[in-house]
DNA sequence: CTAGGTGCTAGACCGAGGTCTAGGTCAACG
DNA sequence: CGTTGACCTAGACCTCGGTCTAGCACCTAG
């Protein structure tokens, strides 16, 4: 009985304040397919969006931040949308996610190495005066 | 003896295979001032890389996977070419990538998370049919 | 009544980072 | 000799992901 009630319809300014996207990138997202469940709309034309939508839409936003293009969002929400059978598909998209992700982790880890060991050559040049490195 | 002898000059398709940009975009990078040595030209006009600047650019690429505008490298570039004596500029600007840096990092492991507990989820749905997830 | 606030659509615009084209010079090959 | 290939410049073009504008509808408060 806790499951779904109450879910109170959201317009989507109040989406755009929990979601921290502004309302023009909600609309463009909709355009772009990145909703995962039909958005409805009220008698007069505005969305109407529910507490799942923005669930759904703060994981867009952490699948956008590790820089997954809206293309692929979209298609993952369209398996989603299109309900159950395709789970393996789902799988495959998220496991292809993941191995760039662990790329990205990677360039990450090589490029903090570099910066790290020229911060540390940096301070103790500051501090001694010493080295001559190529920079 | 093991220093700086013996530095065959490059061409830019030379550079470009080594470092894995195109020679449009080594063009670009110059144009936009993200090489720390001047590049010399032959008497024909053609550009002519050294071994150093090939290291330069190899750490350009690190920097731009890691998310670091061609501005930002920009900058670091020219206080790099202006030589010794701004060495507290340069680690600012790299500690403040290192922070960026560490930014990217969460957000990718807060995605990597959500990921796998997906992947495990249909992995699990797949295998015994089970489950019932938001999606 | 009118001013503000929120919403709608369609479509223009923008910055970043490349990528490609046109039109030209040069050297080497067959 | 003509062709091929590497290089040059200036500048057009492209994708991506937003962001903003115009012009309109509606509701509420003063």
Redesign the pocket.
């Known amino acids: 009985m806790i499951q779904k009630m109450e879910t109170a319809d959201l317009?989507?300014?109040?989406v755009?304040r929990r979601t921290g996207l502004?309302?023009?990138?909600l609309?463009?997202y909709e355009r772009e397919g990145l909703l995962a469940g039909e958005v409805r709309r009220d008698e007069?034309?505005?969305?109407l969006y529910s507490e799942w939508d923005v669930e759904w839409l703060a994981n867009c936003v952490k699948f956008?931040s590790s820089g997954m293009?809206?293309?692929t969002i979209s298609r993952l929400a369209r398996l989603v949308r299109e309900g159950t059978g395709n789970e393996a598909e789902r799988l495959e998209l998220l496991c292809e996610h993941q191995h760039r992700i662990a790329d990205q982790l990677a360039q990450l880890h090589a490029c903090l190495d570099l910066i790290n060991n020229k911060v540390a050559a940096y301070q103790r040049h500051l501090a001694i005066g010493a080295s001559g490195d190529p920079w």
Chains 1, 2 share one sequence.
């Open positions: 317009s989507i300014g109040e755009a502004s309302v023009h990138t609309r463009l007069k034309g505005r969305r956008r293009p809206l293309a």
